[in-house]
Structures are given as C-alpha cells and as structure tokens.
C-alpha cells in the first residue's frame, strides 16, 4: 500500500508565510542565507532540531538507503553533504509514530508530515528552542 503524507506543519524561519503581495525581499533573504548558512548558524539550528527530535522517537533516515537509528555524527554530515552541495534531500521516518521529516537544501525549513499531537507540541517548544518557529503548513 502506497503511504500519501500530507504536511501537517513546518519548522520554518519566519513566523509566518510571506504573502506574495507584500513587497518584502522574501527572496533575495532566503537565498542569502542558503548561500550564508555557516555566518548565522543556520545549518547548526537545524542539525540540534533532528537531534532534539531523535532523542524521543526511533528513527530512520533515507540517504541513498535506508539507515535504521542512524547515530547524530551520520545526521550532521547528510545535512553537511546537502548544504555544501547547494543540493538534495533528507527523509526521515519516526518509525513508532508513522510521522516523517523531510529536511532539503532549497528552502529555509524542515516539513513535519503526518505528526500527531503530542508530536506537535514537542515539535514546537523544540523549535522554539532553536529559534525557529512551528506553525501549520499553507
């Protein structure tokens, strides 16, 4: 049987989605810091986000196969090896909760799919912790 996620919410930069109509740099922002990840510690916010998260649930990481509780220095250098390369995706599997992850290059956030609840208010006070901001997905 085919799994369909659907996103329940996002671990995101900014507080909220930025309209299209509101004449902000959304944009030149969000490439500046893909581009300057290492000046404002972007990629470290994200790298302590999945740890947090690790530490609550069995996991499973989906890098070219699949790596059953895949230790913090195998998480750290996937997101490293994305990063670096200005390319590429992270999935990752909270095997008890039928919940995924989903961490790529080309945006300022991490995708939560299909979190239930208690999920999401641990998701929130970790990304809280981080500086980042939890909020439904548009």
């Known amino acids: 049987m085919?799994?369909?996620?659907?996103?329940?919410?996002?671990?995101?930069?900014?507080?909220q989605q930025v309209s299209k109509d509101c004449g902000g740099q959304f944009f030149k922002v969000e490439n500046y810091f893909l581009n300057n990840y290492d000046r404002y510690g972007i990629r470290d916010r994200f790298i302590r986000i999945?740890?947090?998260?690790?530490?609550?649930?069995?996991?499973a990481v989906q890098w070219g196969k699949w790596i059953e509780q895949?230790?913090?220095e195998q998480v750290a250098e996937i997101i490293d090896t994305i990063m670096e390369n200005h390319s590429g995706d992270m999935n990752m599997i909270f095997t008890s909760k039928n919940a995924l992850l989903q961490f790529g290059w080309d945006c300022l956030n991490i995708g939560v799919y299909n979190p239930d609840e208690e999920m999401c208010m641990l998701f929130e006070k970790?990304?809280?912790?981080?500086?980042?901001f939890w909020r439904k997905s548009d």
């Open 2 to 15: 085919m799994q369909f996620w659907k996103v329940h919410a996002i671990i995101d930069f900014l507080p």
């Open 50 to 59: 999945i740890l947090k998260a690790m530490c609550y649930y069995p996991t």
């Open 70 to 72: 895949p230790t913090p």
């Open 126 to 132: 970790i990304a809280f912790s981080e500086g980042m």
